[in-house]
């Protein structure tokens, strides 16, 4: 795929990765979607930075925990910018949260946010992502899915990894679904940027150092470039899944 002039939604993009996402796609000169659920003022940024390289961007807003919005989104993004035809599944929560301390709604939040939302995104744009062409699909993932720690994050994380094989499959061969499995790239959101990173006990790999934007953004494009990798993971992680 040429990325050029492609419409692209990247969801959660109003600040941190998905910031850096929708920011790399309008430079690849992509129509981009900036999507956010309480960030509005962080969003408005995001699409200033794009306007200021010449690009084309808007903001959107929805709670993707309900089900009904994600189907206004698509229809927003659609009628504004054009049918999607690049969708970077970044939103994502991660409570502190072990086993002994789930609750049901603690379980089904992460269920409705991290791996219903893009279902229901994939399922109600499936006839916009190849609309002209090809799709793609990529979801930001996390190495931890081989070895999964906080409890429901874990598992939806894991569950999301099976929906990108599953989705590859139903959606072949005309929408390319991928996932990119990162590693530490930045402190969790909970954590001031300006805490001196040595403070903060980080899961190093054996690049033994955190991962850039940059880093996360290549590997976004490469799939969206390449037509011929389908329902894989991309771990970003300097290694840290072989350690
Ligand atoms: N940061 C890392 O080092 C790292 C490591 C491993 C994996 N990852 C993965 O990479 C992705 C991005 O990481 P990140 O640390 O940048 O994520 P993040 O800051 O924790 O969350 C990204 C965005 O998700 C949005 N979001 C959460 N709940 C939402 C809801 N109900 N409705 C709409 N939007 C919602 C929020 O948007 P608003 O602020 O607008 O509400 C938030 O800004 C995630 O999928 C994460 O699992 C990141």
Known sequence: ?????????????????????????????????????????????????????????????????????????????????????????????????????????????????????????????????????????????????ARPTRFAYGVTKSALSGLTRTLALSMAPHVQVNEIALGAILPPADIPLDRPRDEIKIDLGPADRMGTLNEVADAMMMLIKNDFITGETINVDGGRHIQ
């Open 1 to 145: 795929m040429d990325p050029n002039g492609k419409v692209a939604l990247v969801t959660g993009a109003a600040r941190r990765v998905g910031r850096s996402l929708a920011l790399a796609l309008g430079d690849a000169g992509c129509r981009v979607a900036v999507h956010y659920g309480s960030s509005q003022k962080d969003a408005g940024e995001t699409v200033s930075l794009i306007h200021s390289m010449g690009g084309e961007a808007a903001i959107f807003h929805a709670d993707l925990e309900d089900p009904s919005q994600i189907e206004s989104l698509t229809n927003s993004v659609a009628e504004q910018l054009g049918p999607i035809e690049i969708l970077v599944n970044n939103a994502s929560i991660f409570d502190k949260v072990g086993l002994e301390d789930a609750s049901v709604e603690n379980w089904d939040r992460h269920f409705a946010i991290n791996t219903r939302a893009p279902f229901l995104l994939a399922q109600t744009m499936q006839h916009q992502l190849t609309a002209n062409s090809t799709g793609k699909i990529i979801s930001l993932n996390d190495w931890r899915t």
